[in-house]
């Protein structure tokens, strides 16, 4: 007996060992997100003593050159290596073609063990192309044909320049003056593939399998912002390959910028040593005859500006218009979300299932007059492939660590164990329509039997239209008037479909943006990765996305706060509204509770995407929601969304700082938000008219 009492007693030390340790852990998770965690999704200016003078607070002053916007294109006739001039001292030099084929290295200026591109001829020409006919300027166009050596494929490049362009077109939501709607000045660089290419991989997805542009950068513009090629886009001044813009810029915010212009989750740039490299990822092994990959080079100024001009091309190009921000229900009114970070995230009242415990926060809220006017079906709602015995065993785990723990879709369809009755009647019960979440598909799922599912592992996926005209006339049968789809990046990691031939990641998102658009329903990105971005801007259902990590009420704002104003950048640009995420609108709990209820929905307000708390029954900060929306619950926004200012990518020790605005009849109303949210580096809390890149207005007065 005594030896059994003596185990019984071992077991239970090592039971309040493990819960002590588990218990340290999670009270340090707040500390290791602000010190590991946050520095890896931050592009903004990271503190070095080297930029500032003896006093350790006046920034030093470098000296720029001035930056000519009006570049010159330089091809020489014999060599047929290309530089760009845009300044004294600023040049874009030693332009060459490379390509992966049959295991070799092919360059127009091949090294040691490269092969040549063999030039064949070079014709000028005048013609401007369609795509542009809403704006007007001086164009020029040079074409040049090649051909791999010792064989008999064909590469076409053309270089289309473009100097002193003027938007053509009256848009209040561009929000031009005419002196904003002159001098875009860009180039755009095409790889046209006559003949069809097989065996072109290099084998990586990082080492792109062509490079089209591929230039050396000698100018003082060596800053960067880019995003990283990762679920949500998050911002990086790093180098590294990814499908995002990448921003080049110097202390005096003169700007140049790189991105694709279609196609844009395979086509990848990266910067290593000053070289700047562009093309398609290198798992690509299939390029079908015609092909074209196509780059924009543009010369701006500044950050923001340089971002949202670089938008304003990409919907001209493909002839779209900028979306409103109360473009559908989801984006117009204040929700509430059930997502990761709120209270009934996989955790009903007890005794209930989730959708039995929205009833019970419907008429709570009924009760204390809040104006929800849709409801967030998250992952919880549809049958997955989690066995039933891992449920319970998942509990809290699951709700900490996320729901891809339960497991890819079986059916988009409600699961018994958590919806007590159908989409359509749960609608009817909260008289609301919804915002339904889906993420991949299981191998397992019926589904493949009726469609051409592709299957890798234990995941499917289905690129054909028929499958996402099923997906979005339930969501048209069902009430549900946006479609999430879930992690989005993640599919690309998953399928190789996706990422061995041309147009196939592409197609599927235009296949289910399409399939939205015929149905009238609206699209939510979720854990997209920035050509995911991008592609919406050719996509009129696309509505809004997640542009920052997932909330939870212990995490410190510097992670997901910074994160979002900056990734938001992006989204704005490309007006695809971006969602802070849910949030807790109330103060609870000392150690789990939210902190900083105001600042949360003052965030998600300001961010011109939805609102959306996720509380707990009798813990809504309903005066705090309140002040988001009119009484019938219409969020009221600013004209855009908010962004991190320029400032912050600059040598600076100031604090955080982002910005907005309303323009009220001939008056613009400026918001700035601005937060220590740092131990280190931020000492100075002001801010100036110059921080804001308004000191310069001729004429103008302004008021505090």
Request: glycine share 6%; hydrophobic share 35%; proline share 4%.
């Amino acid at each position: 007996m005594s030896a059994f009492i003596e185990i019984l007693i071992s077991l239970l030390k090592i039971i309040i060992e493990i819960v002590v340790i588990v218990g340290i852990v999670w009270m340090l998770l707040p500390y290791v997100f602000r010190f590991f965690v946050a520095p890896r999704f931050d592009g903004s200016y990271k503190y070095s003593k080297d930029d500032f003078e003896e006093d350790g607070v006046t920034v030093k002053k470098v000296q720029v050159t001035e930056q000519t916007n009006k570049f010159s294109f330089n091809l020489d006739k014999d060599s047929h290596i290309y530089n760009i001039k845009f300044g004294k001292d600023r040049e874009l030099s030693n332009g060459i073609v490379r390509i992966h084929y049959d295991g070799d290295w092919y360059s127009t200026k091949p090294g040691r063990l490269e092969k040549k591109i063999m030039y064949r001829t070079e014709v000028e020409s005048a013609e401007k192309p369609i795509q542009f006919k809403k704006m007007k300027g001086k164009f020029k166009k040079i074409i040049i044909e090649w051909t791999l050596e010792k064989t008999a494929i064909r590469l076409i490049t053309k270089f289309h320049m473009f100097k002193d362009f003027v938007l053509d077109i009256a848009d209040p939501d561009l929000d031009y003056g005419e002196a904003q709607k002159e001098h875009f000045n860009f180039i755009i660089f095409e790889l046209e593939f006559p003949d069809a290419m097989e065996d072109v991989a290099t084998g990586k997805f990082d080492n792109p399998m062509m490079e089209f542009p591929n230039l050396k950068n000698l100018s003082p513009n060596k800053r960067m912002l880019s995003f990283k090629n990762g679920i949500f886009s998050p911002p990086t001044r790093e180098g590294q390959s990814t499908n995002a813009p990448r921003l080049y810029f110097d202390d005096d915010l003169n700007t140049f910028l790189i991105t694709a212009m279609d196609d844009f989750i395979i086509h990848l740039n990266e910067c290593n040593d000053s070289v700047i490299k562009c093309g398609m990822e290198g798992e690509i092994n299939e390029i079908e005859e015609g092909y074209t990959s196509q780059y924009l080079l543009m010369f701006d100024k500044g950050i923001n500006n340089t971002f949202n001009r670089m938008g304003d091309i990409l919907r001209i190009y493909h002839q779209k218009s900028p979306k409103s921000m109360y473009m559908d229900d989801i984006t117009s009114y204040l929700g509430y979300w059930t997502d990761n970070g709120a209270y009934y995230y996989y955790n009903p009242i007890k005794k209930k299932t989730i959708s039995e415990t929205l009833v019970e926060v419907n008429n709570h809220i009924k009760d204390i007059g809040l104006p929800i006017k849709y409801y967030d079906l998250d992952s919880w709602w549809y049958v997955k492939s989690v066995e039933d015995w891992k449920r319970t065993l998942l509990g809290g785990l699951g709700r900490l660590l996320g729901g891809g723990l339960y497991g890819g879709t079986i059916k988009w369809e409600p699961d018994p164990n958590t919806m007590h009755t159908e989409v359509k009647n749960l609608s009817e019960l909260l008289g609301t329509p919804f915002i339904a979440h889906n993420r991949w598909y299981s191998e397992l799922t019926p589904h493949k039997d009726e469609f051409d599912f592709y299957v890798e592992g234990n995941k499917a996926i289905c690129i054909d239209k028929e499958f996402w005209d099923m997906i979005m006339t339930n969501c048209e049968n069902w009430n549900i008037k946006n479609y999430e789809q879930d992690w989005m990046n993640n599919q690309i990691r998953a399928f190789k479909l996706l990422r061995e031939k041309t147009g196939v990641a592409n197609q599927w998102l235009m296949n289910m943006g399409n399939a939205a658009i015929e149905h009238n329903r609206t699209i939510q990105y979720c854990m997209a990765n920035p050509g995911m971005f991008l592609t919406s801007v050719k996509l009129d259902c696309v509505s809004h996305a997640r542009a920052g990590g997932d909330y939870h009420p212990r995490w410190p704002r510097i992670y997901d706060y910074r994160f979002f104003a900056q990734t938001s950048i992006l989204a704005y640009s490309l007006r695809i509204w971006p969602y802070k995420d849910v949030f807790r609108s109330s103060c609870e709990g000392i150690i789990n509770g939210e902190k900083m209820p105001e600042f949360m929905a003052l965030v998600s307000n300001l961010s011109c995407g939805p609102v959306g708390p996720g509380d707990k029954i009798g813990k809504f900060g309903k005066d705090n929601l309140l002040k988001t929306c009119r009484n019938d619950g219409l969020l009221l926004k600013p004209d855009k969304s908010l962004t991190a200012i320029d400032k912050m990518f600059l040598p600076h020790l100031k604090y955080f700082i982002a910005s907005t605005y309303s323009n009220i009849s001939n008056y613009r109303w400026i918001y700035v938000l601005v937060n220590k949210l740092t131990i280190r580096q931020a000492k100075n809390p002001n801010v100036t008219l110059k921080d804001l890149n308004l000191d310069n207005r001729n004429n103008k007065q302004f008021i505090a």
